[in-house]
């Protein structure tokens, strides 16, 4: 099978290259036939290939079916269909609402197994664990899908860039495993075909359907190819009430969401043995972009006829509902993460208090607020800091966790709500660029001595450094003050504290923009822009409380 796919990797790099098909490139009289067809192709636009490479009809064999899917106008990819095990296998590099269907004529398999591109099975046994929950008389008449986390290889030790996603694939899932079930990922996931196409009450017991069925005949890949064009979704419910549901960036949060609203369950399954691993980025401004492209699909279920205040309460139940509004609505955290990252620093710098109960009375310890701003502070620190341990993460992991969860805020949250907002008002905004996992050696290498990588002229960057520099500027002039007596401590206690806390999850940025000399140094320019936008705050926040004086 590998040598298959080499060869077949070569031969469409070099028609690619020369942007024809000569004789050199064709391996039997079957594609021969086939590229006759062709007028004329690009890389991106193509009509639809369907090969099948070999296949088993005996229904009694657990032998393997590959076949090759191209729909058109899209980049070749190899796609998998394994029938051995009644399991269809399908890549979300390219649509999975054609993937369905044409794996629906082939095999009509009653498992569907989706996975990215970048991601490869580590456990033989994974589709085994995933039948037991589907065959289990007490869960098949509404298992929509069993979900399995997603791992992945080359981590670091201290997981610098939380690449793991503890909260999203781990804590989350398992909580959410106690009601209707987990939501959909995207990958190491195995669907009830049934599930993709209709109401539970349509559902046909696994131990029911035709297993084993698989065929390659004229007449079928005849159907198959004309399941895979482009148009044949037009005028009809595939992508809205059948197969993966789309209308939003995050179709696979979408789908699970709407499954578990149609009344459709889902499972959790963790084994301590990763089932499918995959592979991250090494440097931040890839690390954290993926996120922007979440915010926005997430915005765009929360503001649809779909809002899990209204639809997702009233179809699922109460609980589901807030835990998915919690979900779509992720973005919102750039809000309080920039007021807490910006305003009190800048209230320090221009003596203004702002911890107290009413402006006429500054804060005191006495005071009950104090504590409530304390409790609220330390209860969601150490609730998160204990989710980490119980599942057995050092304390050293879950502080970088925190520090990417603050630095999202700035960034991909801030960037993602705004790009919906544009996108809300017919305003082009930038595009979404596919994350890359190709890492150079010399980025590998400072990313496995745990060096954060400042390397990409990012706006993301620009607004990370100056958020950097204001709360060290706030630092350095609240204890100057205090030190010389200029003020008393009591009254600036909390928003001095807030700035030291800031400022000790920004050391990585400072040490990318003042002493460090590596390639994963911040670029001059990009800390030279964010030294004035820093300075334009200082003044603008000056002029402001003069004014408010």
């Given amino acids: 099978m590998q040598e298959m796919y080499e060869n077949m990797k070569d031969r469409i790099g070099r028609a690619t290259e020369r942007n024809y098909i000569s004789k050199d490139l064709v391996s039997d009289g079957e594609e021969l036939e086939f590229f006759k067809r062709w007028k004329g192709f690009s890389r991106n636009n193509h009509p639809t290939i369907i090969k099948v490479f070999f296949s088993s009809m005996n229904i009694n064999e657990a032998s393997t079916n590959l076949c090759l899917l191209a729909p058109e106008d899209a980049v070749l990819e190899q796609v998998l269909l394994e029938n051995g095990k009644d399991v269809d296998i399908a890549g979300n590099s390219l649509p999975n609402l054609i993937y369905t269907r044409v794996s629906g004529a082939l095999s009509n398999a009653p498992i569907v197994l989706t996975l990215d591109c970048d991601t490869f099975s580590n456990d033989p046994r994974a589709p085994l664990r995933a039948l037991c929950y589907f065959l289990d008389p007490s869960l098949a008449a509404d298992l929509a899908f069993v979900q399995f986390p997603q791992r992945y290889q080359g981590i670091n030790e201290d997981d610098i860039y939380a690449s793991r996603y503890m909260r999203f694939f781990r804590f989350n899932p398992r909580g959410m495993d106690g009601l209707r079930g987990p939501n959909y990922v995207g990958t190491g996931c195995f669907f009830a075909r049934a599930s993709l196409h209709g109401d539970t009450k349509a559902a046909l017991p696994i131990s029911r359907l035709e297993a084993g069925r698989f065929s390659a005949s004229e007449d079928v890949l005849k159907k198959a190819h004309g399941l895979a064009k482009c148009d044949y979704e037009d005028a009809s419910s595939w992508g809205s009430t059948i197969g993966f549901r789309y209308g939003s960036l995050v179709e696979d949060f979408h789908t699970g969401y709407r499954l578990q609203c149609e009344g459709w369950r889902s499972v959790f399954c963790n084994p301590e043995r990763a089932a499918f691993v995959g592979d991250v980025p090494k440097n931040l401004n890839d690390a954290i972009s993926q996120m922007r492209r979440w915010v926005v699909g997430l915005y ?245 409380f003069a004014f408010r004086g």
């Fill in 300 to 544: 765009e279920v929360g503001f649809s006829r779909h809002n899990p205040l209204s639809y997702g309460v009233r179809k699922a139940s109460f609980p589901v509902g807030l835990i998915y509004a919690h979900c779509v609505f992720l973005g919102v955290w750039c809000v309080p993460l920039m007021i807490y990252g910006l305003l009190p620093q800048l209230a320090l710098i221009n003596r203004v208090p702002l911890f107290y109960f009413d402006l006429s009375s500054s804060l005191q310890v006495s005071d009950p607020w104090f504590f409530v701003y304390a409790y609220l502070f330390l209860a969601a620190y150490l609730c998160d800091l204990l989710d980490f341990l119980v599942d057995g993460v050092p304390f050293r992991r879950w502080w970088n966790d925190q520090r990417i969860w603050l630095i999202r805020g700035p960034t991909v949250y801030l960037f993602g709500t705004l790009e919906f907002l544009l996108n809300s008002l017919s305003v082009s905004a930038p595009g979404f660029n596919v994350t890359s996992k190709v890492t150079e050696e010399e980025q590998a290498d400072r990313y496995a001595r745990g060096e954060f990588d400042f390397a990409a002229r990012s706006p993301f960057f620009g607004v990370l450094a100056a958020v950097a520099v204001v709360n060290l500027s706030a630092v350095a002039v609240g204890i100057k003050r205090v030190v010389t007596g200029e003020v008393e401590i009591g009254e600036f206690s909390m928003q001095l504290a807030l700035c030291g806390f800031v400022a000790v999850n920004c050391w990585p940025i400072y040490g990318a923009m003042f002493w460090r000399r590596d390639g994963g140094r911040m670029p001059v320019s990009v800390t030279a822009a964010a030294t004035v936008v820093a300075g334009l705050l200082h003044l603008i926040a000056h002029l402001v």
